[in-house]
């Protein structure tokens, strides 16, 4: 049978929110799926080998669910046969279909939590610890607000990407609220606007203090697009990132070989904190490999406490004006040429309203993939442009 090569589409979200669909429930990334589905028609195909539900993205796991077999997961995507990719027995959609869905679930949490009380550090050592995760989430607070401050004391649903997940026993869920939030950890639902925003903050917390859970995230996320870009079938990967997923994302791009790289035909970012991260941690600016990829789109919303422009000069902060950079002024981030001067990254803001033109409630400002006037289109045209 003859096979239509694909243009994959690769979604991450936050790790908070990465929920894999089980009996009954969606995934993560089912709704934006029947979003894109209503643009792209029958272009867009489904994970064939899904069950019981039949529409939806191929979801891959970075691992067998409580073990570190990470090639359980990602043998999905095909298995490494003497530097060739077998993809035999995989498909990523129907024959016919022009464009695959793929979402990646990070499932290795076991130690998703403050080394507190493992044996593995004095009591001194442990409080410092401590102090870096609380001082990190003090930072967020601070760089965003009254907002921020805000948003913790009120209620309401939130849509299904952003429901935090439920696949996680509360010991991991929680594990970094109960030293944060001592107050809401005993008793705290896992919907809601509280929910969905300490989940943010745990993501973020989680991913800057501990060096090994964010290794082992990039290097899921590089070798899943690794695998994308040498699959036969495979024509170009669009990477689709939210939230949290945006860093992790940039971040595994930054470290990737060119020739994977090159095979990325563009990075969509929505929601990123990715100028937060700049700003407060000294994330760094040059942007590595990922200057290689093929365009860089970013959708943000003035009310999303999360997001912020990415365009912009190093020294745009939070209620600037935002003005069109000129073509060779160094924007947030920058690559270096052969020369060995370093370069503008040309990323194109699309400012959007998500209170708008979204549903849901929660933290609706940052619910990007409700978007089906703004955001949805502009993706699906992304998609369409790259065929």
Known sequence: MTVTPKLCI????????????????????????????AVLGSDLGNDPNREPETNGPVYVMSARPGTHDREWGLSRLGTWRD???????????????????????????????PLVGTGTGTVAEAGLLLGQYASVAGAIRLVCGDTWAALHHHGGSSSSSLLPRTDLSVTHLFSLRRFLHPELAANQPGGGLIGTVLT??????????????????RAFIREAVRRLAARPDVSGVVVNAHSQGT??????????????????????????????????FSWGSDVGETASVGRWLNFWDVKDPVADPLD???????????????????????????????????????????????TGGGLQAHNYWGNTAEVIPELAAVLKQEL
């Not at 943010?200 to 082992?216: F, K, M």
């Open 200 to 217: 943010l903050e745990d993501d973020v917390v989680a991913y800057v203090c501990r060096n090994d859970l964010r290794e082992s995230v």
């Open 10 to 37: 690769l979604t991450i979200h936050g790790i908070g929110f990465q929920q894999p669909p089980e009996p009954g429930k969606p995934g993560y990334a089912d709704g934006l799926h029947k979003n894109l589905g």
């Open 83 to 113: 530097g060739e990719l077998d993809a035999t027995g995989m498909p990523l959609a129907e024959p016919d279909k022009p464009i695959a869905h793929v979402a990646l679930v990070y499932t290795s949490l076991e130690d998703v939590r």
């Open 312 to 358: 912009q000069p190093a020294t745009w902060h939070f209620g600037n004006s935002v003005l069109a950079r000129a073509a060779e002024e160094l924007g947030l981030f920058w690559k270096v040429s052969t020369d060995g001067t370093r370069r503008p990254v040309a990323i194109v803001d699309h400012l959007v309203d998500n209170l708008t033109h979204s």
């Open 247 to 280: 860093v992790a994302s940039y971040d595994a791009l930054q470290q990737s070989t060119r020739d994977v790289t090159s095979q990325v035909r563009a990075l969509v970012t929505a929601g990123s904190p990715l100028r937060k991260y700049a700003d407060l």
